[in-house]
């Protein structure tokens, strides 16, 4: 089992920044692909960004690409969701989710087999 815990989401003014944290706990982190989603109300959840065990495999989706930057520190077992130039569409619920089959990040939602219970993201215009 593992187990994720995020942290870092809030309210901020379009244009802002934010940091988001998702500690591992439960299995080797390094061998886990791990990726961000997020869900805004009444919509389905989608993919933002992935990361590969060895870091150097991040797809985006195209609406956050030169805004957000995902990593990941495998000596303290966390990945991290580097938000900048927030804009009111990216409010939603952000999820940290992590794949224990496959080395690089796949985009659809049903392949992760940890999720951890979200945080609120929410951009003001």
């Known amino acids: 089992q593992v187990q994720l815990v995020e942290s870092g989401g809030g309210l901020v003014q379009a244009g802002g920044s934010l940091r988001l944290s998702c500690a591992t706990s439960g299995r080797t982190f390094s061998r886990l692909a791990m990726a961000w989603f997020r869900q805004a109300p009444g919509k389905e959840r989608e993919f933002v960004t992935g990361?590969?065990?060895?870091?150097?495999?991040?797809p985006y989706v195209d609406s956050v690409k030169g805004r957000f930057t995902i990593s990941r520190d495998n000596a303290k077992n966390t990945a991290y969701l580097r938000m900048n130039n927030l804009k009111p569409e990216d409010t939603a619920v952000y999820y940290c989710a992590a794949d224990r089959d496959r080395t690089t990040p796949t985009m659809r939602t049903y392949e992760y087999d940890y999720w951890g219970q979200g945080t609120q993201v929410t951009v003001s215009s």
């Open positions: 990361i590969s065990w060895s870091g150097d495999t991040t």
